[in-house]
């Protein structure tokens, strides 16, 4: 089908920016365990809805396609090196120790003993896109316990915005299993959450559902909730926010007005405001922190400032040290 040109500038433009992550600089400290990192064990746990590419996986690791069941993996790093050439980046050398029958037990026994920093990608990725995400925020937070990624089938398609949404919401299930597993496991650590764009519309919804049916008990190992740029219906939001009832004061929302990505979904669902563009205030009054970065916003799209501003970084970092 041919889109009008208007419309197909929007969706150019909104496929520009509905990805993402975050960074920092100093080092939290887990109070259950020495410090770990990626510097001293460069290694991602890895839990996905995504078909591997391979068994053991091969580049690109993991397809686009959806998996019957979840996956546990885990991606061994190459650090980064200097050269006389140049300086490469984090790069993922191999994909190995996959769990397709007991992938959420599997990730929470490999997280045991330490508190967990897991990323929850958006639109527009492939597993090596989300997971170069997962690792600079990881790095730029500089966080001292295990990091972890969970990954949805997204199409990483500029015109597959309703078909990541439904696989988004398709993974909800499994991504309640991972965590229920892990905040059963004994000794285990804080579970961090930090979601981005139409990722924080699959966490929300199942934060929802691990309260209903885990109720305090299981929300009590969540720590911090950081929703960067929300892609979520503000009314829906809201909704969302009352069913978790006080543990909606986990969650810090950055937010910033001049979003032009969130202009771009908000004008495709109809003119409903994103919750990631509303007013601070709006925001405020449904009981959730919120760093407004609309000041930060120096680019065309402004829908990722929070991997790119070390002042907005800082709140990702604030929030998880407030959440021990």
Known sequence: MLFPVSRLALVCLASLALSGCLGEDTALTSPISSQVGLARDPKLLVATTRLPVGDPPKKPWFSSERSPD??????RLTPPSGSLIGQSGWSIAKVENLDHGNAAQTFAQAAFGHNL???IHGYRESFETAATSTIDLSEGIKFAGVTGLFTWPSAASTFSYVADRESAMWSRD????????????PSGGRIHIVAHSMGTLLTLE?????????GESAMDRIGAVVLAAPDIDIDLFARGLERLGPDAKKITVISSTNDRALAVSSRLAGGIVRAGAADRDRLE???VRVADASEFGSGIINHDIFLTNKEVQQVIKRAI???G
């Open 117 to 119: 920093l897991l990323y």
């Open 70 to 75: 979840l996956v546990f993996a885990e991606a």
């Open 321 to 323: 040290e407030r959440a």
């Open 206 to 214: 199942t934060l929802r559902m691990l309260r209903a049916s885990g």
């Open 174 to 185: 499994a991504l309640e299993d991972l965590l229920t597993a892990i905040a059963k496991t």
């Open 285 to 287: 009054a449904l009981g």
